[in-house]
């Protein structure tokens, strides 16, 4: 199975920043690795439905980001190291959530693109 760790999330202060990682092993029952996934960051907040922040192609050329979170988020995909990245800056309270990388065939910001899931990071942002 491919598997997805999460790690990285903690408590900032508004205005702070984070990177999150998402480190990726085996593979699906047909064999394909991290390699040749796309990758989603998701994150839901108390009380809220999970939503897609970042996402990344494959390869890592392609990318595409929610509006409540362009300029600030950056996702990135590192394929040697079997690794993707979510750096966030300028953090805000609203972005309190647990924080999900996902792995699918097609990039996207919708789950149900998304075969794969990690455990989650809590990331919350408080003064």
């Known amino acids: 199975q491919l598997q997805l760790v999460e790690s990285g999330g903690g408590l900032v202060q508004p205005g702070g920043s984070l990177r999150l990682s998402c480190v990726a092993s085996g593979a699906t029952p047909l064999g394909t690795t991290f390699y040749y996934h796309a990758v989603g960051w998701f994150r839901q907040a108390p009380g809220k439905e999970r939503e897609g922040v970042a996402c990344i192609a494959s390869s890592g050329r392609s990318t595409n980001y929610a509006d409540s979170v362009k300029g600030r988020f950056t996702i990135s995909k590192d394929n040697n190291k079997n690794t993707a990245y979510l750096e966030i800056n300028s953090l805000k309270p609203e972005d309190t959530a647990v924080y999900y990388c996902?792995?699918?065939?097609?990039?996207?910001?919708?789950?149900?693109?998304?075969?794969?899931w990690g455990q989650g990071t809590q990331v919350t942002v408080s003064s």
């Open positions: 996902a792995a699918g065939l097609f990039w996207s910001l919708r789950e149900d693109e998304y075969d794969y």
